[in-house]
């Protein structure tokens, strides 16, 4: 029987780790500083919960949960090592490296006086195990990912053999990779989107109004839609959402009702691009793939790539440049070859 694995809820933690992360997220007041993790995003939150709860609920299926421990009291060697063992079973490297170092970093908050250092040498040993999978072989260049989504579109309007809500989902689905391919923006943010509010109309033109509270460059974030796209993003409000159950107002509309988590809009996107290309997108994928388009077909405007995912590092799309030079390069070659074929 197949054990389900998941994160245990912050309500289900031990009472004293409970309450140091309460006191650790009080935000600041008038001569008064806020608590260590006060400073966080909200994600980077979630995200080191998460990770810690995984421990914790580790602990319970080993029968080494102990709800009356001191703060950060499952942090330890032994369990750790366990942990670890488990996790290189069933993840792969960089997730490992990942998990350790967002428990790392919630154990230092929750037990300040304790650096855990011990800790810290097993996350640099995890982070030289890291081997991440290769990108090349899954990136798609964006118009094909913008293709799918329409043709997914397409097929929701014309397959008369499925229930109106099987139509108004494919429908979703396509409008999913179809934004994403043009506006790659985080999962997070994505996910969040609220009509009226991160997807808005303005004289005529769709927009995804992102807060600089709510991206990780802390940032405004303002993209118009393209015509198409956004007389796309017309017919699912108009036609295909009202058929989902009170989605309130969440853009992505689940059929259990209300809006799709966050979990699932990743999945939804994984799950379409493998089944719909053979090659697994995930979403954060979609975003080396408006830099690889913008590489190939404009290798000498890069910066056009840094400002589409919000770089403040030229360097993050240096890789992409130095590519995108070869390709154009390859390219004037081969019209110096046709003119002299000529």
Request: glycine share 6%; charged share 25%.
């Amino acid at each position: 029987m197949t054990v389900k694995i998941v994160s245990l809820p912050l309500a289900q933690w031990p009472e004293a780790d409970q309450a140091a992360w309460a006191g650790a997220c009080q935000p600041s007041k008038r001569f008064q500083r806020g608590g260590s993790a006060s400073h966080l995003q909200k994600t980077t939150r979630t995200s080191m919960l998460r990770a810690y709860g995984y421990l914790l609920e580790h602990c319970q299926r080993q029968g080494t949960f102990d709800s009356g421990l001191q703060p950060a009291g499952h942090v330890t060697f032994d369990c750790i090592n366990q942990f670890i063992l488990e996790l290189r079973v069933r993840v792969e490297s960089v997730a490992r490296y990942t998990y350790l170092e967002r428990i790392h970093r919630l154990s230092r908050i929750l037990n300040p006086l304790s650096e855990f250092i011990w800790l810290r040498d097993i996350v640099l040993q995890l982070k030289d195990e890291m081997r991440p999978r290769p990108k090349a072989a899954r990136i798609v260049p964006a118009d094909r990912l913008y293709d799918v989504g329409l043709q997914l579109m397409n097929r929701a309007r014309r397959n008369k053999d499925k229930t109106a809500l099987q139509r108004a989902r494919l429908y979703r689905d396509g409008l999913l990779v179809a934004l994403l391919s043009v506006c790659p923006i985080r999962l997070k943010n994505l996910a969040s989107l609220a009509i009226d509010r991160q997807v808005t109309q303005i004289e005529n033109t769709w927009w995804i109004v992102l807060e600089g509270s709510e991206t990780k460059t802390g940032r405004p974030d303002e993209r118009p839609l393209p015509d198409l796209l956004g007389s796309l993003v017309t017919e699912w409000l108009e036609t295909w959402r009202p058929l989902f159950l009170d989605p309130g107002k969440a853009m992505w509309a689940s059929t259990k009702g209300g809006g799709l988590a966050y979990t699932y809009v990743g999945t939804i996107i994984s799950a379409t691009t493998h089944r719909e290309l053979g090659i697994t997108v995930n979403p954060h994928l979609f975003r080396d793939c408006a830099v690889f388009t913008i590489a190939h077909e404009a290798g000498d405007q890069m910066s056009m790539a840094s400002a589409l995912l919000q770089h403040t590092d030229q360097r993050v799309t240096q890789k992409h440049y130095n590519r995108g030079s070869s390709i154009l390069a390859v390219k004037a070659f081969h019209e110096i070859l046709d003119d002299m074929a000529d």
